[in-house]
């Protein structure tokens, strides 16, 4: 290998926010899977019976006869064929009515837990209208019959329960927000302590306040206020200014040049017509056009990429000169804050009434509707959402990190020379793009010429899978280096990692579930962080003291709902449309260039110095302009088999990819009810799946998870297989019996995001 990898003073962790406990409570009795299983098995081995007899008979046909009490041909009366089909029949009807009993029991205990209080605010936060057209009548609606829209509900209830109890996402106190450390003591492994804080924040969302600015900015007396701001994309010379790139042209009038004369020093159109001696109707009227022609972005100026993002709109306008309409707007968002303040603390009751005053607020000052993608579950479609802090923090001591850290070096390595040898074909297509013309571009051309049509990649054309032979063993272990190795250097690497308990206190086994090519910056997740800088102190230290980090450059790019990241070196802005776009001190595309070389293309400054992209976003990593000029990838490979099973694969001393299965949807599509129950058990036995699996589909790349002895989650894999042609299935793993965080309620699924650093040679991680 080319070095070990080093773990960060500060990780991440991300938790369920309801006991997985709670959700395999709603499955099958083990004794009522055990029956199945036995009774699947005995009927099969009269089926096998009569195909080795000559005189087959199909799974469906049998199943009608054990309906009624005929004797086919194959067994007539009195026959000891027939005691075989008697007993099968009479295992059949118990099963049956065991199904019946428990399921019945089960729409019970269903119920009582989307009652429960805290379940019922995590809905209303994830999204209202679910709430108050389906889980509010549901639970008013009291025993209802066992109808198919009765099913249906009630598996829309189950998704948002295995999604609460089993999804470690990072939202409110159903997603909430924790932390670990590394330490210097080897006194214990890994020690779970109280964090002594389960405080919510609620914030504005990010598209939220970006319309309240807009508003705004919209006030005829305030506008000639508002920053007028030159994009950078564009180049001015006497009498225009272009952008060659986009085709955009803007002449300038004597006027125009005036008042681009005095922005850099005046950017308001009321100041610049102070100095220029001129009305300010004037210097707004010379305005327009460039503003119209994207010479010019006009409009309120507020820090994106903070929490205090909506404060920042307010103090924007506070510092407004004193007229009337900047009072109304002060007082509209000082009501907005209030509210959202009273929100942060109120009770559900509460909460709703508040919820309803926000966005009628809101729709009055803005003009727009307060709600996006009605109906869906993430709570940043809503004008506001809320992040949590968790009850638990982590502490590894020295001897844990060391091995860990030598657990995840060989994978890591293995994801360093993927990403290598990904990246190399990116450079490859973007060389064959360019053609023969050897000529420097800058930035924007480049990109523009290479627009997603010419190109393989993005996030909708993953990186290429790795292809294995199919093995009939349920785990391999692959060689570090069997895709080869990384060149020397520094690497960053922000895995997701889990762990996985082993049985009587012997430690963890440790898997790579997810590598992010990125470093671990401020960002939305450091909300309960005490210190950003010790937060962000790896990645700093690393970008100051790595030599392979000379030249690293973050690419500028619009943040996404309440999704940011602050990248503390240089930027590279490469679209503009707002004013916000504009940064200063940053890089334009035309202080770039890109020289197309044999080997691919490189990015150099005015000096002519090497530069490497950063990209902050995971669909980056997979677009081939801009991966192919970013720093050296570390990419999760995503190993396939050739055929319908994928064991369990290792690679050093961590789990690398779960075991897999591909299936056609066909079998499970048609059942339903107790055929599907017994369905389900008999794909179970004949592929080995565990009682739970991730299950995805064509139709639907987001994972479900699926517990195949549970009535609702088997009604929901039958939805999902009727829409769709095949189905991929994953291990949970680490598996119910493995997870260890847990508290009084019971235990909890996790995930730890952690910054990983491999140094140049001698370079010191310290």
Known sequence: MSGRWTLGEVFVL???GFPFDWLESLGFSTALVDEANRWLADEQALLDALSAEGSPVKAPVLRALLENDTAPRWAPAGSERFAVLSRLRAGYKSLQERHAQERSELRSKLRERAAEPSIQEAVFLSSPAMFDNVWARYLRGGERKDTSDGRRVERQVYTYLQRFCAKNETTSFFGPISYGERTDKDGFDVRTVASGDTSRRTFFSFWAVTELARAVGRERTLRPHLPLRLNPLFTVSRGRASCEVLKLEVPLSESAERLLSVLREHPTPAAAAKVLGIAVEDAERAALP????????????????????????????AALPELEARSRWLERLDTLSRLKAEFQ????????????????????ATGKPARRGDGQVYADRLIVYEEASSPFRLRFGRRFTEELESALSGPLELSAAYGERVQQGFREQVREALGTDERPVDLLDYAVRLRPDQVTGSRFSPVPPVLLDESPERART?????????TPGGRYALPDVCLAAKGDGAGFEVMLARVHHHLLLRSWLSAFFPSKERYAAVASRWL???????????????????????FPGRRLVYSVSDVLDVEDGALTPSDVKVLPTSQGPVLVDGK???????????????????????????LHAPLRTRGQHLPRLSIGGAVYQRERWELSSEHLARPSGFELFLAVQRERHVRGWPRFVFMRSTKERKPYLIDTASPFALDLLSH????????????????????????????????????FTRWSEGASPL
């Not at 460039?290 to 306008?317: I, Y």
């Not at 603390?345 to 009055?364: G, Y």
């Not at 692959?478 to 990384?486: C, E, K």
């Not at 598996?735 to 995001?753: H, I, N, V």
């Open 720 to 755: 999902l297989a009727r829409e769709a042609e095949r189905l991929s299935v994953e291990e949970m793993y680490p598996a119910p019996e493995q997870l260890w965080l847990r508290d009084e309620r019971g235990r909890y699924t996790c995930e730890l995001r952690m910054q």
């Open 345 to 364: 603390t109120a009770d559900l009751t509460r909460r709703k009434v508040l919820l309803l005053e926000l966005e009628a607020r809101f729709t009055e």
């Open 478 to 486: 692959l060689p570090v280096d069997f895709l080869g190795t990384s």
């Open 14 to 16: 991300r938790h369920a």
């Open 290 to 317: 460039l503003v119209k022609g994207a010479l010019l972005l006009w409009g309120l100026p507020f820090r994106p990429n903070d929490f205090a993002t909506f404060e920042s709109v307010r103090d924007a306008v």
């Open 608 to 634: 002519g110095e090497r530069l490497h992209l950063y990209l902050p976003l995971d669909d980056f990593s997979s677009y081939p302009p801009f991966a192919a000029l970013a720093h050296p990838q570390v």
């Open 544 to 566: 100051e003291s790595d030599p392979s980090a000379r030249g690293l450059v973050g690419l500028s790019i619009r943040r996404r709902n309440k999704g940011f990241y602050v």
